[in-house]
């Protein structure tokens, strides 16, 4: 599906980016809506209780399912409509294109698990920086309603528990979330500034501030930037999300292996690494992004950071 021929159509990168922030706040609302009268219907009770209905850990599955339906619907709608506004093939719009060699999706996996020594390391950043007893108390409440929601939501006794984890946590949010930070924001934002490095370092702060996370906004900044030079580099949105996904479901796998030990859950679920590993990873992670970079025969960046 191409809008190519019907000018009519297409919009100006200022344009699109309006458009993709006023369908983020109606599908977001929209998304919310569906998903709580769902949960409202299925348990009989009111919109207000419906938050405390999905925190009990016996309501896990729906609360995945939920969270699932929800993330779908909140960013695929803004990102379907940034494609169909640009010129050319929809699914080409959103990143769908073609993975240029077997070589690329090596380095991108390497690319995941230093990414996750990096976030780790900025985690452990984090905790260094000075900040004010009401703000801490502030972060620590934001941090303690995540843990709750995530331990409520991963409530795993088997196999087809983790199964169902890893789709409803790790491969689900891993492709709607590159699709709507990456194939839409980043692209945009792109073609809005034609600085990509720009529009890396813009994506990767909203993509972070989304998970509305004091100590994890660090680790989360960095890991977006990676995500952002994978998806320029390459310009295959099939590849950000293996590094997400892979991303999240070391997480999932790693709770599942501590499962009954309420200790290393919270362990787990901090990600904290020495401070000296920042070094290492970031070193590593340059390299191998140079490697990816190398492999697709990419110029842009340093053209764009000489301008």
Same mark, same amino acid.
């Given at each position: ?5 019907? #000018?009519?159509?297409?919009?100006? =990168? ?23 009268? @769902? ?22 599955? @729906? ?14 709608? =803004? #990102? ?115 600085? =990509? ?48 996904? @892979? ?14 030990? =309420? ?16 070094? @290492? ?27």
């Amino acid at each position: 599906m191409s809008n190519t021929n019907r #000018s009519l159509l297409y919009m100006r =990168p200022g344009m699109r980016l309006a458009i993709f922030l006023g369908v983020t706040g109606i599908s977001m609302i929209l998304g919310a809506f569906i998903t709580f009268s @769902i949960v409202a219907g299925y348990f009989h009770v009111g919109f207000a209780d419906t938050q405390r209905v999905l925190l009990q850990p016996e309501n896990a599955h @729906i609360a995945l399912f939920s969270n699932a339906l929800a993330s779908i619907i909140a960013f695929l709608v =803004p #990102s379907f409509a940034v494609a169909y506004f640009s010129k050319g093939a929809i699914v080409q719009n959103m990143g769908f294109n073609k993975v240029q060699s077997a070589k690329q999706i090596r380095w991108v996996i390497l690319l995941s698990f230093t990414g996750l020594l990096l976030s780790g390391a900025l985690s452990s950043v984090t905790e260094l920086i000075p900040i004010t007893a009401s703000f801490k108390a502030w972060a620590d409440g934001l941090e303690a309603s995540y843990k709750k929601a995530i331990t409520a939501m991963t409530q795993m006794h088997s196999i087809g528990d983790l199964i169902w984890n890893l789709v409803a946590v790790a491969f689900i949010p891993a492709v709607v979330e590159e699709l709507f930070f990456r194939g839409a924001l980043q692209k945009t934002l792109k073609d809005w500034s034609g600085k =990509p490095v720009v529009a890396i370092v813009v994506t990767a702060v909203v993509f972070s501030a989304f998970h509305f996370s004091y100590f994890g906004f660090l680790s989360r900044l960095g890991l977006g930037i990676v995500l952002g030079f994978i998806f320029e580099y390459t310009g295959s949105i099939w590849l950000s999300i293996i590094m997400h996904c @892979i991303n999240n479901g070391v997480a999932i796998l790693a709770l599942y292996g501590v499962r009954n030990d =309420p200790a290393k859950v919270d362990k787990v679920m901090e990600g904290n690494v020495p401070l000296y590993w920042l070094f @290492i990873a970031v070193a590593l992670v340059t390299y191998l992004l140079f490697r990816l970079k190398k492999e697709t025969n990419y110029a842009r960046l340093e053209n764009d950071l000489l301008e």
